[in-house]
């Protein structure tokens, strides 16, 4: 019960602006809202119990479960900040978007911000194309091909003279 106490007040302390906790017996229901439109609405829930000295997480609608330790709260909360704030980009941005990370170009990922699969802080890829809602897709050196999303996921161009 010890980690769960510790979640409670870290999320007591820092998030209760924008989550909700529900304790139950042997774990805890965070349940993580957005706003829009000056609208609350419910983004995830992610049920939290303790497993030996970490904590097991699920996360919902997904059903993704993750093994953590009580300080990866702070990261969770941080990508559902930015996965919830994520904006639908237009189509002169989109255009903007293809423009500069045409197939080919180079790039170093400095953070994603994905609960399910994140690529590691550092990889490197190249840009295989951008879609029509502003993804860049990229292959990775990890041989992933997770895409990247402008504006959530933070990343820069390599110069040419990088390897």
Do not use: C
């Not at 706003?35 to 919902?60: P, S």
């Not at 330790?69 to 930015?82: G, M, R």
């Not at 490197?124 to 990247?148: A, C, P, Q």
């Amino acid at each position: 019960m010890k980690r769960l106490i510790e979640v409670i007040l870290k999320v007591a302390e820092n998030y209760m602006d924008r989550a909700n906790i529900i304790i139950a017996k042997n774990y805890l229901t965070l349940e993580y809202f957005y706003y829009r439109n000056d609208e609350r609405d419910l983004y995830k829930t992610i049920e939290i119990q303790e497993f030996e000295d970490k904590l097991k997480i699920i996360i919902f609608p997904e059903k993704v479960e993750k093994i953590i330790n009580v300080n990866d709260i702070d990261d969770i909360i941080l990508t559902l900040d930015k996965q919830s704030k994520a904006k639908k980009h237009t189509q002169e941005e989109i255009k903007y978007i293809k423009e500069k990370y045409v197939e080919g170009t180079k790039i170093e990922l400095i953070k994603m911000y994905d609960l399910t699969n994140p690529i590691e802080e550092g990889s490197k890829g190249v840009v295989d194309f951008v879609d029509d809602i502003g993804t860049i897709h990229v292959s990775w050196e990890t041989g992933s091909s997770l895409g990247l999303v402008v504006g959530t996921d933070e990343f820069k161009i390599l110069g040419e003279d990088e390897k």
